[in-house]
DNA sequence: CTGTTAGCGCGTTCAC
DNA sequence: GTGAACGCGCTAACAG
């Protein structure tokens, strides 16, 4: 029962005209006789005809697909980048085909050749954390196949670059904390070896500077794993003599631990201590009180990675373009 | 630069060979001599040629490609559904096109178009919730494409689904609690309208009958909106004269809210009340005491769809499977 | 307005 | 062992 397929030259033969005569009848092109038109229409809409992308992309060297390879789909804010490219690829036209490097250079590599098979107007990738070599990209470029890095980028290739700004949203969060009349601003910073991470402690000191508070390296704790030593190293801070009165911290997952561990030592939030947070998990709407925390801009990474590749397929000369994003305060009750 | 992209027929000249000899080289099959067949594959290597998935595709009529439709991408559940489906697809060298449908009918249908347009070789779907119309996907396998439901499935078309059964999800939980002891068990229900709240309602239901514990109307509240009016039934819940010593929640965030606010109430969880979430969402290994929840199988989904989608596509005449996938209870700390 | 021809890149005969 | 010819479904160029 396969292969039930509609073609143009099942349409042609059974209304008794030529193959491209059906074709312009369906694309409306070129001048056609209303009627014939219309007996055509019929009958494709009657035996529920689809016209063939395949044949299509083959003809005119354009298959209106754009691939995607990222290091892990299931993540909130890959997730949410998705939507932002989804939206727009939608709109303009486009199809979206995902691949996951899962963090490994060989697969990165595996993922690209395949959508270089598969012929795709153009590669949206977020590099995984291993990636140094530009070799692969440059071939890429060098086929005439666009490419843009969006969120992690590479900067021994020139191309185009959607990233986020985590000095600023840290600066931000930081400087929430000042305004409202801390002083004793703790960091639970991410892992050292990471770049995100240490942008952020940048952002956390920048802010303090440039208000003139003094910086206790007693108060910048580092969390190796993350939320998994999180506890230990909040334990840390509040054994200090001086403790502190804020804490901002690398993700939302450590700050919701810190007002955890602080409650139950009675400690009220924000009153006692203020707690920010980072990343606007759904959690942190749950939580009580209601977490402060910053909003990276991954749906409109997503979107604007998008429009400009779609701009470097259909406008082929386009100076790179490198746009850093913005992150946003969420102000809840935790501060 | 655009199209610099190398064909046989490059090969094939600068080799002085016809393109029927290179492409039997590239791909090994009948006798070649080795010695020009190591030439091919050296001018292959040197160009980077990549074969076009396209023009064979317009070939032997089968693209390796799979859609799937889904209402949204960017939920921890389907995240991880994709996750499963990546894996089966990568493995069995398929590529994987999503589209969301948004939860609106129009949209699935154009999705579903689109699809086909591709001309991929099967489809997956879930549903979304104003699905009623079978016509469509009658449509669809009869013009030859495999199509598996997943998570959400029409009862009125009859093709293979994959389904997580909420029943037996509800009662392990419930059972679990009675297991620990606690008699006065409540339910944060969800919206009675949908399918899944209904079945986890009466999973709950059929533990307790059999386990000889009366059922106690007032125990029962409906969250209509999910986890926002979460807090106002716990509350209605412990305002009663004989006061549960247990929940059982419809979902991991309400679960949480419950458990802070009876902590802010001085209860002790579990030694005053127990809570049992359903999901197992990133959360509930971050709140304190660790949730005790319900994991949904969504990886395990979309690897068996995907798997039996691809079964079909390969051997034609396969029979539908309806394949039920049951929970697992995942004890922490909250019960 | 419509039909004919050619070709997109590749695989599959069928000859040689 | 290798080449020529044909076709997949469709669009584009040129006739008529």
Do not use: W
Not at 194 to 213: H, Q, V
């Amino acid at each position: 029962m396969l292969n039930k397929q509609v073609t143009l030259k099942d349409l042609a033969r059974k209304l008794r005209l030529s193959v491209s005569t059906v074709s312009r009848a369906l694309r409306n092109v070129q001048d056609i006789n209303p009627e014939t038109k219309k007996q055509v229409l019929a009958l494709a809409e009657e035996l529920n005809y689809e016209p063939n992308f395949i044949a299509k992309s083959l003809v005119n060297k354009k298959t209106k697909v754009i691939g995607v390879v990222l290091p892990v789909i299931a993540s909130s804010y890959f997730a949410s980048a998705i939507g932002g490219m989804m939206e727009v690829a939608d709109s303009l036209g486009y199809h979206i085909m995902f691949s996951q490097s899962d963090e490994t250079i060989e697969k990165e590599e595996a993922c690209i050749k395949r959508l270089i098979s598969i012929r795709v107007d153009g590669i949206l990738i977020s590099v995984s954390k291993d990636t140094i070599n530009p070799d692969l990209f440059l071939k890429v470029q060098q086929k005439g196949i666009p490419i843009v890095f969006f969120d992690r980028a590479l900067d021994s290739v020139s191309a185009t670059k959607v990233t986020v700004n985590q000095h600023q949203g840290a600066y931000l969060a930081v400087e929430h904390l000042i305004k409202k009349g801390y002083k004793k601003i703790a960091h639970l910073a991410g892992p050292s070896r990471l770049s995100i991470a240490t942008e952020r402690l940048n952002g956390y000191l920048d802010a303090l500077k440039d208000n003139n508070i003094p910086i206790n390296p007693h108060y910048i704790v580092h969390c190796e794993d993350f939320e998994h030593d999180a506890l230990e190293k909040v334990q840390l801070l509040f054994g200090l003599e001086n403790k502190p009165d804020a804490i901002f911290a690398v993700n939302d997952s450590s700050a919701i631990i810190s007002i955890q561990y602080l409650q139950s030592l009675g400690y009220h939030i924000p009153d006692d201590v203020a707690v920010v947070g980072y990343n606007n998990d759904p959690i942190s709407t749950i939580v009580n009180p209601a977490l402060t925390t910053i909003m990276q801009p991954s749906y409109e990474v997503g979107k604007v990675a998008t429009q400009l590749l779609i701009d470097e397929i259909e406008n082929e000369e386009k100076p790179f373009a490198e746009q850093v994003l913005n992150s946003e305060l969420i102000i809840r009750m935790s501060s």
